[in-house]
Every structure is written in C-alpha cells, then in structure tokens.
C-alpha cells in the first residue's frame, strides 16, 4: 500500500507501508493536494498564482501539465474520463479530458464562480475549496461564497449548474465535505469552527463545534473522514491541532474524543489500514494514530516521516 505525500515543499515522496522511501522525490510545483487515477497515474495540483495540474506515471515520470486557468488550485477529483480541478484563489472550477495513456488531453470547461460573504478578509470573492464527484454530480465547496454548488458532468465535459446550497449561518466558511453511505452530508466550516449535517438533499440538520476543548485562539477545521463502517467521523483542527472523534447517530453527530495529532497545523488525513495518517504541515512531520478497535477513537500518535510542509496524504491502492 504505497503512500504518497504531497506538499507545499515543490516535491511529492513516495513510501511503502512501513513510510521507507521507495524512490528519489517527484519535484513539481507546490504539489498541494494529490489524487491517483484508476490506472495509477498520479494527478497534482500546482497551488501557484498560474495554476496547474501535472500527471505523472506510476512510476513518478511527467507525462505533462496544463493550466487551469485560475490562481491557487488546492483539491482535485478523479472521474470517468476526467479530472477536475478547484481553483482556490481563482473561486473557479476546471475540467481536462483524459488521454488514453492517463495524461491530460485539453480543458473541457473552466467554470468561473461570483460572489462573497460576510467575512471581510477571506470571503471577499469566491474561493472554490474542494470538488468532488458522487453518482455524476459534481458538488464544488467555495469557501468564499458559504456555498455549496452542485453541477451535472456531461460527456463532453461540461459543467451544467444544477443548484446551490447556501451555507448557513453565512460566514460558516465551508471547506470540504464528505458522503456518509445513507446519503447524509458532513461539511467541515472553516471560519466557524464548525461541522454540519444535512439531507442527502442537502437540507441543513444540525451544527456542531469542531473541537470538544475551547481553542485558546482560532481554530479552523480542515479534513474530515469517516471510518469504513460509517460510525465514526473523523476532524482535523488546525489552531487546536487535534483529531476530533464523533459518532455518527441517526439524529446527528455526537461528540465523543479529541486527541492531539502529535504536529502543528494538520491540514489533511486518511485511513491507512486501521490507522489515521496526519499530514501537520507547520511541524514538518507526518503521524499516525491507530485507531481502537472497539470504540474507533485514536490512540496517542507517533511520528512516521518528518517531510518539508506536508499537505497531503495519499494510498496508491
């Protein structure tokens, strides 16, 4: 089960499951979110002013790299065909068409969002945050508009707005959201310190802190997973620099632990076996914290790998 880390550090590191090395660093521009295709070419985004997104062998080798057409891409999801791509700074969307051999063939659509919020500094415009893809849609997360936009992916790639779900209460800064398998949606809000619930329909049914112990300053939430059984939602908290565990109730989340990740500024996570893995981008390191077997609450972390500004955590397989 290789590991892929990527970073803000201009290199993605590649790593077996006990984290030794297994090849020479991949060096790319600000390869901050990662993503690998069905065939097992990896995908990067390129977070600069002129953003891109680079495809790259299994092995590591380029294969090539495209603009997105907007400032600061920061997430990227893999479809049918497709690769699509949130332009942070641009608050835009864009979508390549895939070649044969998995590299990038052109941009199908770049989608441009508009609009702000409350927020004065950091909703001034739109900011798209995360994309992601269920069952065709395409839902887009912008931070900067409290909003969540869902589109229709057609076969040539387009984007066709179906709806938008405003994020209440406005300034909630919306980040990324996860699908729970009854169809329930999980929002991580960035600027609130926040998680919402909603409907498979996306209708808003509950909010609830981030973290169970009072931040000393602010607290932003980054990534959020969920246990293979769906019973356990996992936060990450930047500020408070912790893991916070709920359980998935039928009438909500319930919070139940929150334990340090053992870094600073834990800007994304996944499941690794029965382990979450904590890339902590302002501590330089990299941990994991198996996860109990009977409640799914995080055991203390230790640290795997000490890597320059880690971003993201990423399985091959």
Not at 97 to 106: H, K, Q, T, V, Y
Not at 187 to 207: I, Q
Not at 288 to 308: K, M, W, Y
Request: aromatic content about 6%; glycine content about 10%; some cysteine.
């Amino acid at each position: 089960m290789p590991v892929l880390i990527g970073s803000y550090a201009d290199q993605i590191s590649m790593y077996d499951d006990d984290f030794t090395p297994v090849a020479a660093p991949i060096r790319t521009p600000a390869p901050s979110f990662l993503s690998v295709g069905p065939s097992g070419v990896l995908y990067a985004v390129n977070e600069r002013d002129e953003g891109g997104v680079s495809a790259f062998t299994p092995e590591g080798e380029l294969i090539n790299t495209l603009p997105t057409g907007g400032a600061s891409p920061c997430h990227l999801a893999v479809t049918s065909g497709f690769v699509l791509a949130a332009n942070y700074g641009g608050g835009s969307v864009a979508v390549f068409s895939l070649r044969p051999d998995g590299g990038l063939d052109r941009r199908t659509d770049l989608t441009q969002h508009a609009g702000g919020s409350v927020h004065p500094e950091r909703q001034e415009s739109a900011h798209a945050h995360q994309v992601t893809v269920r069952d065709h849609m395409v839902h887009v997360v912008d931070l900067g508009m409290d909003a969540l936009v869902h589109y229709r992916l057609t076969p040539a790639g387009a984007l066709e707005h179906v709806r938008t779900t405003t994020v209440q209460p406005l300034g909630s800064g919306p980040r990324h959201l996860v699908f729970h398998p009854t169809g329930r949606v999980f929002v991580a809000n960035e600027l609130h310190s926040t998680v919402s619930t909603y409907t498979s329909g996306f209708e808003l049914l509950d909010v609830r802190p981030s973290v169970l112990v009072q931040p000393v300053g602010d607290n932003f939430p980054s990534e959020l997973v969920l246990s293979p059984d769906g019973r356990r939602l996992y936060v990450a908290n930047r500020g408070n620099d912790t893991i916070t565990t709920f359980s998935v109730e039928d009438d909500g989340l319930l919070p139940i632990d929150e334990v340090s990740t053992g870094g600073t500024w834990p800007r994304h996570m996944t499941l690794l076996g029965g382990a979450l893995c904590v890339a902590n981008q302002h501590s330089d390191t990299v941990t994991l914290l198996d996860l109990d077997q009977t409640s799914g609450v995080p055991h203390p972390a230790r640290t795997v790998v000490e890597h320059p500004s880690p971003s993201a955590v990423v399985r091959t397989s």
